[in-house]
């Protein structure tokens, strides 16, 4: 018997085996980085609400949950956990060093009133 082709043939063995073992138990470990925070789609829920478009068209600058109109918006999309600036053609005032995720929405305005707005939402939890 040829000791060098067996040994060749066993080398050939152990080296499947080993990309086998590597392939199905170390590489799916290495998943990537994987986003925990789900975007909430506030702002593309409340498109479609009349009263919101008019708030938008007659309305600039940052609002936060101390102005009663833009909380009753929120309150059914964010709950109480979240802080929120919601600004219509404006950039935020002080945002916290958190993570602070954007929901943006481009806007012409209303049935009537022709007056793009880019209104953005900056949500966060402390």
Avoid: H
């Avoid at 199905?24 to 609400?49: A, C, D, H, M, W």
């Avoid at 708030?55 to 918006?73: E, H, L, P």
């Avoid at 109480?80 to 916290?96: G, K, M, N, R």
């Avoid at 009537?112 to 900056?122: H, N």
Wanted: a negative charge; proline letters at 4%.
């Amino acid at each position: 018997m040829d000791s060098k082709g067996f040994m060749k043939t066993m080398e050939v063995f152990l080296a499947i085996i080993m990309a086998t073992v590597f392939i199905f138990y170390l590489l799916p470990q290495f998943t990537g980085v994987q986003t925990t925070e789900q975007s909430i789609r506030v702002l593309k829920n409340l498109e479609k609400n009349d009263e919101f478009r008019n708030f938008v068209t007659r309305n600039t600058g940052c609002y936060n949950n101390t102005n009663t109109t833009v909380d009753s918006f929120m309150q059914s999309y964010l709950s109480e956990d979240y802080e929120y600036q919601f600004c219509i053609a404006a950039t935020p005032d002080a945002l916290p060093n958190v993570k602070v995720p954007v929901d943006t929405l481009f806007m012409t305005g209303n049935l009537t009133d022709y007056s793009p707005r880019i209104v953005r939402l900056y949500y966060w939890t402390e």
